[in-house]
């Protein structure tokens, strides 16, 4: 599976590190909302969902999680552990997120706002979507 990785640069001085983020230039779309989760329980699981339309970038900013990620045809896990790394995440993959640390955070750049109605919750129903677009 094509996974997309982001690695911002770090404006770092004896001050310490700063990271800029910005529409069309580190983030590929038009960031319309972001939104964070944070105090997250050890053995949490969330997600269980795949999106219509929208796009994401993932970034823990502080701690680690991992996200499964599954396109209908193949899957995989990916490990966010830097706040210097974002994951790319496209319309049409299911995603799970789990394994949060203690004190993880986690930020997500979205290209839409909320919309219930973007989301495909249903695993079958997402197979059978992921195979009607690419008809
Ligand atoms: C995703 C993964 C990575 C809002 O009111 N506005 C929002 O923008 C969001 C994202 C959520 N909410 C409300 C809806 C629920 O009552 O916050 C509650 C928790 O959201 P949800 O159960 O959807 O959280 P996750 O972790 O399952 O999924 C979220 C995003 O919804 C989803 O787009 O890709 O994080």
Same mark, same amino acid.
């Given at each position: 599976? +094509? ?6 640069? #770090?404006?770092? %001085? +004896?001050?310490?590190?700063l ?7 580190? !983030?590929?779309? %038009? ?12 053995? =949490? ?15 823990? !900013? ?13 899957? @995989?896990? =990916? ?9 790319? =995440? %496209? ?7 789990? +394994?949060?640390?203690?004190?993880? =955070? ?15 919750r ?5 197979? #059978?979507? @992921?195979k009607? #677009?690419?008809?």
């Amino acid at each position: 599976m +094509d996974i997309k990785m982001i690695t911002f640069q #770090e404006h770092g %001085d +004896d001050r310490g590190q700063l990271i800029a983020l910005e529409t069309q230039k580190e !983030i590929p779309f %038009d960031i319309k909302r972001v939104y964070y989760m944070y105090e997250t329980g050890l053995n =949490v699981r969330r997600g269980y969902h795949a999106h219509k339309s929208l796009k994401q970038v993932l970034i823990c !900013i502080h701690g680690s999680c991992k996200i499964h990620l599954d396109d209908g045809k193949e899957n @995989t896990e =990916v490990i966010l552990d830097k706040p210097n790394v974002g994951l790319y =995440v %496209d319309n049409l993959l299911w995603r799970e997120i789990y +394994d949060f640390s203690r004190g993880a =955070v986690l930020m997500v750049l979205a290209s839409e706002y909320y919309d219930e109605k973007d989301y495909i919750r249903d695993y079958r129903k997402f197979i #059978e979507y @992921t195979k009607m #677009e690419k008809k």
